[in-house]
């Protein structure tokens, strides 16, 4: 007897689970299958985020490239629910997904200037 594929065995599965969909019954029940699972993707995605965040402290330096611009470096100020907020070395304020950042050595900074102080220049 040859072994069934994985189709065949997931077909199997779904099959009955979709023909009990088309009864009213059945419909909830796969409405709130399908809230349970966006949820599910909801929490992961939160999660991924967070643990991305944690990979970096508050004043640490970070570079990232947003579309169209050249390379930013900046410090890393403070952590929102789903971005960072970094301050440029021009002193522009990014909201960055923490997966874009890169850390920064202080020998890539090219300033002698203590990692954690920005100069800020009097107008």
């Known amino acids: ?13 779904l099959l009955p689970f979709l023909i009990s969909a088309a009864t009213s019954s059945g419909m909830v029940k796969l409405i709130d299958l399908n809230n349970r699972v966006v949820e599910r993707l909801k929490f992961l995605r939160h999660m991924r985020a967070h643990s991305q965040m944690l990979e970096f402290s508050i004043g640490d330096r970070v570079s990232f490239q947003p579309d169209g611009r050249p390379l930013l470096v900046g410090m890393l100020t403070r952590y929102n ?9 021009s002193r522009e304020q990014w909201n960055v997904a923490p997966g874009l950042l890169r850390r920064v050595n202080s020998s890539q900074s090219g300033d002698n200037v203590s990692e954690n102080v920005i100069q800020l220049h009097r107008k």
């Open 1 to 13: 007897m040859a072994a069934s594929s994985s189709k065949e065995r997931s077909s199997g599965v």
């Open 81 to 89: 629910k789903k971005t960072v907020t970094v301050i440029t070395e």
